[in-house]
């Protein structure tokens, strides 16, 4: 399949009408699939309303068909068509976060959109992407827009249009190219359906921001241990792995280069990621570092990018840090935990 490629000026090529967009749009509206950048990662869009179309995503990115897909809008107005009812909740933070990194479950209208995109579950999820050329491309679409990450399933997502092609070259009608994405991880998954808001999914939107506009917010349980059956089918999913195994250790500088030692001795090439902040302070065949300690939304930003990187490199363990599971931190390190398979090492 012949992949198109454009090239889009974010702040310029952000109306319906520029010749890229509307080019792109009519992919979509012929069914295809199209990636396109959003304020979190690339997204891989499809008419929601077809089945043709989103079956397409599911086999470009050989994802299970039991993981529903996130519908993506570019006013509230298309919210009528879309769910049932809207929680004062959902309103609250609809107000607060749309556009934005947040995705919000909804009770969902029967028979509207293509089953495939919700998986059989009587729920939506809804998300208003902060980035000018997903607005324009949905608009200019005229269809909600079922769109997950543009990876190939279990792949680290995608943050730049290079990631994407790398992925999906040849099996997708196009790809948007916008430069690299500003937060990095995914948008946070909260279920409105229940009395208590729950998050299902930690991303750009942080639980201490939920709280502060809607009072206390639960974190599905499962999510902590990586145990149990979590709510939000795709968080059951090996995801985010680079291809040597990932083991994550909370401790000190001195314990983790120990660690490091002794697999070098073992005769391994080991990689180690790392941070600004002590990014000299390791030796290890290959280190890379993502951001700073001081300032999370950095790490987020590049995490996808360097886990992508140690897969052109010929190490057989990753060793990484650890962070805070405050803020942005959640959903770093509930990444960091997938892509490790949960193993995590602590210092005694
Ligand atoms: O930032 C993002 O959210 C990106 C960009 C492209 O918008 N999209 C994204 O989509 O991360 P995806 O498909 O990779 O992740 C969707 C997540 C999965 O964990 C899925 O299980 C969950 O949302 N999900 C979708 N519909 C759901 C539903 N009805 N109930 C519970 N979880 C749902
Ligand atoms: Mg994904």
Sequence with gaps: MKTNYWIVENNVDSDKSCPQIVEASQFLKDDEVIAFPTETVYGLGANAKSDAAVDKIFSAKGRPSDNPLIVHISNKEQLAELVEEIPPAAETFMEKFWP????????????????????????????????????????????????????????????TAQHVIKDLAGKI???INGGETGVGVESTVVDC?????????????????????????????????????????????????????????????????????????????????????????????????????????????SLYDVLRSFNESDVDIIFSETFPQEGVGMAIMNRLQKAAGYQLLKEK
């Design 173 to 175: 009608s196009g790809v």
């Design 193 to 301: 359906t229940s009395e208590v808001p729950v998050i299902l999914r930690p991303g750009g939107v942080t639980k201490e921001q939920l709280e502060e506009v809607s009072g206390p917010v639960q974190v599905d349980p499962s999510l902590k241990k990586g145990e149990g059956a979590p709510k939000s089918p795709g968080m059951k999913y090996t995801h985010y792995a680079p291809d040597a195994p990932l083991v994550l250790l909370d401790g000190s500088v001195d314990w983790i280069q120990s660690l490091i030692d002794e697999k070098r001795q073992e005769g391994l090439k080991v990689g180690m990621l790392t941070t600004e902040e002590n990014k000299d302070s390791f030796q290890a065949e290959h280190i890379l570092f993502c951001g700073s300690r001081s300032d999370l939304g950095t790490v987020a930003h």
């Design 100 to 159: 934005g990194a947040l995705t919000i479950i909804f009770k969902k209208k029967e028979g509207v959109l293509s089953e495939r995109v919700t998986a059989g579950l009587d729920t939506v999820a809804i998300r208003m992407p902060d980035h000018q050329v997903a607005l324009a491309l949905i608009e200019a679409a005229d269809l909600p827009i079922a769109a997950p990450s543009a990876n190939v399933s279990g792949r680290p997502s995608p943050t």
